[in-house]
């Protein structure tokens, strides 16, 4: 077991616990924080948008090709990320990620 620590859209600090395996979107999703995730993870709508703090982007497989077409279509952060791209593992324990606007 390990956790998560995302930062909402109104700058509050929640720490998640995980599941191995489980898609950082579905984890996010079901502790009810509002992350939209309409594809299912199928990389196809870029509503789990998510910036990773800096301290955390080199530890995180890099994104493919398809994740990085799909995060063309909004309005990106340099450390933005597509949330169900990322597959929870204990490495990522203690990994902070902050939740993009709705719109983008
Ligand atoms: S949930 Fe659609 S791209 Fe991530």
């Not at 502790?31 to 196809?44: H, K, T």
């Not at 994740?67 to 990322?86: A, M, W």
């Not at 990620?97 to 719109?103: I, K, Q, R, Y």
């Amino acid at each position: 077991m390990g956790v998560i620590h995302v930062t909402d859209r109104q700058g509050q600090r929640h720490t998640l616990e995980c599941v191995e395996g489980w898609r950082v979107m579905e984890i996010i999703r079901d502790w009810g924080l509002p992350i939209e995730g309409v594809c299912g993870g199928a990389c196809e709508c870029a509503t789990c948008h998510v910036f990773i703090a800096k301290d955390w982007v080199e530890k995180l497989d890099p994104a493919t090709d398809e994740e990085e077409d799909q995060l063309d279509t909004v309005i990106t952060h340099p450390t933005s990320r597509l949330s169900c791209q990322i597959i929870w593992t204990p490495d990522l324990d203690g990994l902070e990620l902050t939740l993009a606007p709705a719109n983008g």
